[in-house]
């Protein structure tokens, strides 16, 4: 977060000055504010929540076809309008998609395994938040949060037999919807093909390779980048990393990834050690959200994938992002939290005993 501060200023500095920086910062002390509180509280109450929250979110997700609420830009529908801000609500989707299936899955830890009870309700569970999502067009949310429903029923214990044909069949249907849709078929080709589209559609991820490639090993110098001065459009959200990049250099980039990986393994640790199958549902969702949203905008900016718009978590501009990533890092707390309380609490229990089965 840290790190995103300095790069909003500097990215905005010359056509913005410190207007990012402030939202942003308005944004960071409610996110910290949901952090505490999701921290503080047992994340066990979210079960109690998670269908509430689902047909909540549905609706918000549906909310915004309808003016004046929600907000058209760019072709999209994503926003909706609470006349002081805008609010993604494909952002809230993703914890509580990642809450109602990990809900789901203890529920029904003795029959998840069957094809009914293990992959078709689930599966209907995930659509009502994901048709509204491919609908808005949001296709690459779609994709993250289609693989996270498949990553979720595999921890859970769903048979591989069950998954991979439907997953097959859905990435197919994906990949037929993006060839026949003008804008996808454009980005994918500009990728296939990045000096052809240079000067038209891919010409955001063209500016993004000149920035790391003038950044060089130990980059220009903190604010002395160039490609932020109207070259590189969106350089404060989605290619906030070609940024860093330019003006930190390789070394930073590579700080970077290295601390989101440090991240899905600390994640991953405290989701397998958690004390229940919720806990362990919640965390391991938790981390791969958030890890496989790095990889993709990472894999965006560096051209390793095809251009699509996902935040840098907790580092691209984005209120509604930063907000949700805190709150599902406070959860993450939470599960440490009562996990380590178990564990004492069993420790005790274990020196207590010790003298009577000694004595005995």
């Known amino acids: 977060m840290a790190l995103g501060m300095v790069m909003l200023y500097s990215s905005g500095m010359a056509q913005k000055g410190a207007h990012y920086l402030v939202l942003q910062g308005t944004w960071s002390v409610a996110g910290i504010f949901c952090c505490t509180v999701a921290a503080l509280m047992d994340y066990r109450w979210l079960k109690k929540l998670s269908l509430p929250l689902l047909a909540l979110t549905a609706g918000m997700l549906w909310l915004v076809f309808i003016p004046p609420f929600g907000v058209h830009v760019k072709g999209s529908s994503r926003w909706i309008n609470l006349w002081f801000c805008n609010f993604q609500p494909s952002e809230a989707a993703k914890i509580v998609l990642i809450i109602v299936l990990a809900a789901y899955g203890e529920k029904n830890q003795k029959v998840i395994r069957s094809f009914w009870r293990g992959l078709v309700l689930p599966g209907c569970l995930a659509f009502a938040i994901l048709i509204p999502i491919f609908l808005e067009p949001d296709r690459g949310t779609t994709i993250l949060l289609g693989s996270l ?69 130990s980059g220009l110098g903190l604010g002395n980048g160039r490609q932020k001065l ?14 860093i990049g330019e003006e930190m250099g390789v070394i930073a980039t590579i700080a970077v ?31 791969f959200l958030i890890g496989m949203q790095a990889f993709i905008n990472i894999g965006v900016v560096t051209s390793t994938l095809p251009n699509k718009g996902l ?10 992002s930063l907000l949700l990533m805190l709150f599902s890092i406070g959860i993450l707390i939470s599960i440490a939290r009562h996990s380590s309380a178990a564990g004492a609490q069993e420790e005790e229990i274990e020196e207590s005993d010790f003298p009577r089965a000694q004595y005995a």
């Open 257 to 287: 990834v290295v601390g989101f990986i440090v991240f899905v393994i600390c994640g991953a640790y405290l989701a397998w050690h958690s004390r229940d199958v919720f806990g362990l549902l919640l965390g391991s969702g938790i981390t």
């Open 149 to 217: 429903t498949i990553t979720l029923l595999l921890v859970a214990g769903v048979r591989w037999i069950y998954v991979i044909p439907p997953a097959g069949a859905a990435a197919a249907l994906i990949g037929w919807v993006l060839m026949n849709d003008p804008v996808r078929r454009a980005r994918i080709l500009s990728w296939w093909y990045p000096e052809e589209h240079k000067t038209g559609v891919g010409y955001q991820s063209w500016q993004a390779m000149l920035a790391l490639g003038n950044g060089g090993v």
């Open 311 to 320: 935040p840098l978590p907790f580092i691209s501009y984005g209120g509604s």
């Open 230 to 243: 109207g070259f590189l459009p969106e350089q404060h959200t989605d290619f906030i990393l070609s940024v």
